[in-house]
């Protein structure tokens, strides 16, 4: 089955820089990758997704990278804020899998002003 | 506002107890899900259902049980054969098979 490994598992970065964040996965018929966002005592919210047929999407300060080949995906958070403060995860599925997301374990992100 | 209720936030269970976990969604989803959530790990599978009346094991099910009688409502029950329940719960639906999960809030369950 699918496997996804997410690095770091936490990131420190200073308000204003950038924050990137990388997973891999294994199941080379993966072909939709979400990225959710987690606050504390709150459930994930989807904040930006990615299919396999385009190798880049960007949603305002968000960005989200594909390579096929290498099976890895990542999310890029340009400018932080504090309010970015939270628990990302990747997920990757299958259109022919039903509900089977493999989500990768999260990385802590603290944006210090 | 659409979306996805769980309830209760908080909920604790004695030995040998069954406890359940609601979801409520007024999304018009078809598919309806629940993970759990442990400290430092991913979201894991418990159940899935695509559609009324019928649901699916997912990677984690001994010790759970799920009925879908109504399309907005997909309860939990955690079964005592569930030999360590403490967990964040995390209900999820989805218009489509296979994207855009919405979550609920979240029931933290914990062991008296």
């Known amino acids: 089955g699918e496997n996804v490994e997410q690095h770091p598992s936490t990131l420190s970065v200073q308000e204003g820089d950038s924050a990137v964040i990388k997973c891999t996965y294994s199941?080379?018929?993966?072909?939709?990758f979400p990225w959710y966002k987690q606050e504390l005592g709150k459930g994930p919210q989807l904040i930006i997704d990615?299919?396999?047929?385009?190798g880049e999407k960007k949603d305002q300060r968000i960005a989200v990278t594909l390579n096929k080949t290498a099976k890895h995906f990542s999310l890029h958070i340009t400018e932080t804020q504090p309010e970015d403060s939270a628990v990302y995860f990747c997920?990757?599925?299958?259109?022919?899998?039903?509900?089977?997301?493999?989500f990768g374990a999260g990385t802590q992100v603290v944006v210090t002003p | 506002d659409g979306g996805i209720t769980q309830s209760p936030k908080y909920l604790f269970r004695k030995e040998g107890q069954n406890v359940t976990l609601s979801c409520e969604q007024n999304?018009?989803?078809?598919?309806m899900y629940w993970y759990r959530q442990d400290p430092g790990q991913g979201l894991r599978l418990i159940y899935y259902?695509?559609?009324?009346?019928?649901?699916q094991k997912g990677d984690i099910a001994e010790g759970y049980s799920v009925s879908r009688e109504k399309k907005e409502s997909f309860p939990l029950t955690v079964t005592s054969a569930q030999k360590n329940p403490t967990a964040f719960y995390l209900c999820?639906?989805?218009?489509?098979?296979?994207?855009?999960?919405?979550f609920g809030s979240g029931t933290q369950l914990s062991v008296l």
């Open positions: 999820a639906s989805s218009l489509n098979s296979w994207e855009k999960l919405f």
């Open positions: 199941d080379s018929a993966s072909n939709y």
């Open positions: 990615i299919r396999s047929n385009v």
């Open positions: 997920a990757a599925s299958r259109t022919d899998s039903w509900g089977k997301f493999q």
């Open positions: 259902s695509q559609i009324v009346n019928d649901f």
């Open positions: 999304l018009n989803h078809d598919a």
